[in-house]
């Protein structure tokens, strides 16, 4: 059977977390406008440095809670990524639609607003539900769509 668009962008964000270093969790996701991919992102540490798999995690380290202080932690979200990619290569994502493996955390969010990203499908829970509702205050259309 012949997966929707839904599925097929969001089994791409899955496959793209794969490439994820991060210890916590692994967070896909791509960037897609007119049916087309326009940049993919994961969660890792900033090009050349040395990834959390071979350094650890400061956040595991001080027991920190899943949404909270992620400004302890050297990643760089899938999101960011995948927004910073297309900017990189001179690609605009004005009024595109992000999937992401995980609802964006505040920090994405004032990020995916400013791009000019029109709508963002999300396909886990987050901790924070503040970058959720930053989404929704901007008119940002967000839709959850499970991904297991």
Not at 93 to 120: D, F, M, Q, R, W
């Amino acid at each position: 059977m012949r997966p929707t668009l839904d599925e097929y962008f969001m089994e791409i964000a899955k496959v793209v977390s794969k490439r994820s270093t991060c210890l916590r969790q692994k967070v896909g996701a791509v960037i897609v406008k007119d049916k087309r991919i326009l940049a993919t992102g994961y969660n890792g540490a900033p090009s050349n440095l040395p990834h959390c798999e071979e350094v650890g995690c400061m956040r595991d380290r001080l027991q920190v809670p899943s949404g909270e202080r992620q400004e302890l932690c050297r990643g760089v979200h899938a999101e960011q990524n995948a927004i910073l990619q297309a900017a990189k290569f001179g690609i605009s994502v004005e009024g595109a639609t992000l999937y992401s493996t995980h609802c964006p955390c505040i920090t994405c969010a004032k990020i995916i607003i400013n791009a000019g990203i029109k709508c963002v499908v999300y396909g886990k829970e987050y901790a924070d539900k503040n970058g959720l509702k930053l989404l929704q205050e901007a008119g940002i259309e967000v839709r959850y769509f499970p991904c297991e």
